[in-house]
């Protein structure tokens, strides 16, 4: 087989392919003549130091990197496939792609030892009735040629009849779905997913897909880019990537009541391109859009590890990940080791992601808990509120050993509320371990704008972008809106612990120290200078921001109810 697995220790496997993109594409040939299985790259490793693995597709656009943070499944076994070609490049025919497909079971590409795109003139069908695994050897890419879906796998009356459809190590490009007005379709211009079944994907490499509607106007907002599912039992990706997609909702992805697991994945560049944010108009979600988690009725969970979301921008809200929930259906959503960097939504609230459990929640016997732990957020922006994370009305959430860096809201003309995270009214939340360091809000406050009951414990403010210059209303709160429901559990620090207030002309101004930590319990809050560090690579699977030696901050933490780990996981 050329489809080649590398493993580097590479600790900034972004920058690092970035920085030595040329020498990647002269690797290029020899991952698509080679039939070497698995190979060390040391030449890598002296670049780009110590670190986390990553993963190399055998592709004709070259290497393509995923990050390996996440302990992922494996891919499926394909003993027992039969071929998908003689040997030749000539017999990888639509054809007969899709009468292998008609027979189901499982496919494995033969057509030589170079790359092949099969060009498709219609779409690919699959039956609801039988199950198709496609292995492509990491060699086949499928393109809809800019007209057609890639794949549409047909809907069986209920998921006792559901099957499996599974695709990997190969690439769906230029899938496109276009509505006439008056119509509605659910998306998915690679893969649509009709009620009911599961997918595994592993290796997938998804670009330029897309759904368009007539003159712009969108008649159904779960109309999504790439991938669409419904109601499926399982919606698995892993070490996959999305580049470039486009659809009113879900940029990259989306689902209704599908149980989804991402790892290990990389998006970019992808785009929610409705606005309005109602059910005939879409814009949430930049990458990743689900509407519910539990239609399946199997499963009830969205759970996302060591992926990275970059890039990407609503229409709406939710620059890279819309997550809806309902309530009392026992959903959980994980979201574990991740990067969220320059993300955006163009209205309304989460700049990286948005998180609700809708129709409410009573105050006790509460689901639909949202646990974040070890994740960076940088440089996301919103011209409303949440400008990396916005948490909805009645929703439980926590947030573990994370850093927001630079993350904005703000208008630009003073509104903008939540620099780093929005808590709305009615919610529970722990903060915990966390960083927050340069965020904004147009208005008032620069790190959390608190709406709902939030603990605070071991969690670091510094240099905040607060007061005259940085927010219109700096008497509400510069860093923590004031008379919010807040504790501080002990190991907090902000610095520094004033603002310059403005109240009236140039002259009138006053120094006073940030309220909540006025209104914090004694000795709660630290207020010296942590002489935190930028925002580097310090170890661990997210960037971090170091504390160096002889900082105040080092040990001044309180232990009860933390990790025993920090957010590099030692």
Known sequence: ?????????????????????????????FFASSSVRRVTL??????????????????????????????????????????????????????????????????????????????????LQVDARREVVIDGQG???????????????GAPANQAEGTLLGLQN?????????????????????????????????????????VEYANGVINNRDACGAVWTGGYREASFVNCTFTNNRGPNGGALGSIGSSVSIVNCVFEGNQATGTGGTFAQGGQGGAVYTDGVD???????????????????????????????????????????CTFEDNRCDVDLGGAMYLQVSEGLPATGANGNFVITGCTFNNNRTPSQGGAAWVGDNTISSFTNCTFVNNRADNGTGG??????????????????????????????ASIFNGGSTTLRNTLFYRELIGQGNQANQYAGGTINRNSSLVSAGGNLQFPATLVAQWGGPSQTETL??????????????????????????????????????????????????????????
């Open 139 to 153: 060699l086949l890419t499928i393109s809809g040629n800019d007209a057609v879906r890639i794949f549409d796998k």
């Open 416 to 445: 903008g509320l939540g620099g780093g995270l929005t808590f709305s009214g009615g919610t529970v939340n722990t903060v915990t371990n966390c960083t927050f360091s340069g965020n904004k809000a147009g208005n008032f406050a």
């Open 170 to 210: 190969m690439r769906l490009i230029n899938g496109r779905v276009t509505q006439p007005d008056g119509t509605s379709d659910l998306g998915g211009a690679a893969i649509r997913g009709r009620f009911y079944g599961s997918l595994r994907l592993h290796n997938v490499a998804f670009e330029n897909n897309r």
């Open 42 to 123: 040391f030449v890598l490793a002296s670049l780009c130091g110590n670190g986390t693995a990553f993963r190399v597709f055998a592709q004709n656009t070259g290497p393509v990197l995923t990050p390996q943070v996440c302990t992922a499944p494996a891919p499926i076994d394909m003993a027992g496939a039969v071929p998908f070609g003689d040997g030749t490049p000539g017999s990888i025919t639509q054809a007969a792609l899709q009468a292998l497909i008609d027979a189901g079971g499982k496919i494995v590409f033969n057509g030589g030892s170079s790359p092949v795109t099969l060009t498709l003139t219609t779409t």
């Open 295 to 337: 239609l399946n009725g199997v499963n009830s969970y969205l759970s996302i590890c060591g992926s990275v979301f970059r890039n990407s921008r609503a229409g709406h809200q939710a620059g890279a990940l819309n997550a809806s929930f309902y309530r009392n259906r026992g959903s959980t959503g994980t979201i574990d080791r």
């Open 1 to 29: 087989s050329t489809y080649c697995v590398i493993d580097s220790p590479l600790r900034q496997w972004v920058s690092c392919f970035q920085t030595h993109l040329v020498l990647h594409m002269r690797f290029s040939t």
């Open 513 to 570: 120290t940030d309220f909540w930590i006025t209104a914090a319990p004694a000795g709660s809050v630290l207020t010296t200078d942590a002489q935190l560090q930028a925002l580097a690579d310090n170890g661990g699977p997210t960037q971090t921001m170091a504390l160096p030696t002889g900082s105040p901050a080092i040990d001044a933490g309180t232990a009860v109810g933390s990790p025993t780990a920090d957010q590099r996981g030692g």
